[in-house]
């Protein structure tokens, strides 16, 4: 069995997705060789079988339009470039990590015509509700009936949308997968104590880490600070996109007379740094907006700490999974009442966390889902 992984990004949860399936198939004795494909600007680690394919992502552009233009043409280009590569290979599975919706009336028939009989394709769908997405519902619907016609294996976690594309009873089989969680360095040292220093003054420090995304409702999180004077709350990321104003979550922070109490790390977290972060953290804020559906990377990155969560309980895999192993606290999404009452329970109580901790992270492996996948792929012909 041959494995070829594609991404298209050269950053975040996808690439730290692929980074460990690239891994974990390698380590699999069935699997006779894995490729990892990658952008051209990707720094992933040497004992990794990458290859760099793909139009950077990261193109040094300041102004916006020229930043939009580039990415439509990675989305129209980077197809192109993997059928290319693909025509030189022999037959494969091809797993996509990242997939261009947008181009999919190009590269989907064309995949289909060139590499239907050769390579066997298979999906990862990180973020299985893809009705709001650009440029429009219809579009949307049209355009991922394409991509899923395509696929034999759709892979997913926990929680599929009913949607329209997605069709159990055709020829695409849907498995459900878990997402394996994540091994980071030893704190960077100086963070962690400047952190901890804030706990000498009884305070309970709450974090937000990861890129700074509007569907994480910081808002949310420095309005509860009115409400609880014990706490204060760490936002540790970068920003995910142009349309996330920063200054507004600062501003709505003076208004409330609680700027003293949230802490700003602006900045692309190394990964020790990051780890500073949760380990000083009491609580880690999962309370996403109810249009989020995926399963959060944040939380197999958290899983190994057993750290407290709370999380929001809406229609998405990151909820099905804290329901199903109870490993933290869910709230009523947009609610602020549910918010404060489940920090201050936090803070009052005891959670006996520990056994259920334990039980998500023997199923939360990348060994378990590359066993099973490989099973699954194992049974295709070619």
């Not at 894995?34 to 004992?47: K, M």
């Not at 918010?339 to 966390?353: H, W």
């Not at 023997?362 to 066993?371: G, L, P, R």
């Amino acid at each position: 069995m041959r494995i070829i992984i594609y991404n298209s990004s050269s950053f975040g949860g996808c690439f730290d997705y692929g980074k460990a399936l690239a891994r974990s198939y390698a380590a699999r004795p069935e699997v006779e060789s894995v490729e990892w494909w990658v952008p051209v600007n990707s720094r992933p680690e040497p004992d990794l079988p990458f290859k760099k394919r793909f139009i950077s992502d990261k193109p040094g552009f300041s102004t916006r339009w020229k930043k939009q233009m580039h990415f439509l043409y990675r989305v129209f280009v980077n197809p192109l470039i993997l059928a290319r590569h693909l025509s030189r290979e022999k037959s494969s599975w091809l797993i996509f990590n990242d997939f261009e919706q947008i181009s999919a009336f190009l590269w989907v028939p064309l995949f289909s015509f060139l590499f239907g009989k050769k390579h066997r394709f298979a999906i990862i769908l990180h973020d299985p509700d893809r009705d709001a997405y650009p440029p429009g519902l219809a579009l949307t619907v049209w355009s991922m009936k394409k991509i899923m016609g395509l696929m034999q294996v759709a892979i997913y976690h926990d929680f599929l949308p009913d949607k329209p594309y997605y069709q159990k009873t055709g020829k695409c089989l849907y498995l459900d997968l878990p997402h394996g969680f994540y091994t980071l360095p030893e704190a960077d040292k100086d963070l962690k104590k400047s952190l901890l220093y804030h706990k000498t003054t009884g305070k309970s420090l709450m974090a937000i880490p990861g890129n700074i995304r509007k569907e994480k409702n910081y808002h949310m999180a420095i309005e509860a600070l009115v409400h609880l004077p014990e706490h204060i709350l760490i936002v540790a990321g970068s920003t995910s996109n142009a349309r996330v104003d920063v200054n507004a979550y600062k501003q709505l922070a003076s208004k409330l007379k609680v700027a003293d109490r949230v802490i700003w790390i602006e900045r692309f977290l190394k990964e020790g740094e990051l780890t500073a972060v949760i380990e000083a953290a009491d609580v880690i804020l999962l309370n996403y907006a109810v249009s989020f559906t995926s399963q959060s990377g944040i939380l197999n990155i958290v899983a190994p700490f057993r750290k407290e969560l709370i999380v929001s309980d809406g229609p998405s895999s990151l909820a099905s999974i804290i329901r199903k192993f109870g490993i933290g606290e869910l709230v009523e999404p947009g609610s602020m009442d549910s918010l404060v009452l489940a920090l201050k329970k936090l803070q009052t109580e005891t959670a006996e966390l520990q056994h259920h901790w334990d039980e998500y992270l023997a199923y939360a492996s990348w060994e378990n889902h590359v066993k099973k996948a490989c099973k699954v792929f194992d049974s295709f012909e070619f």
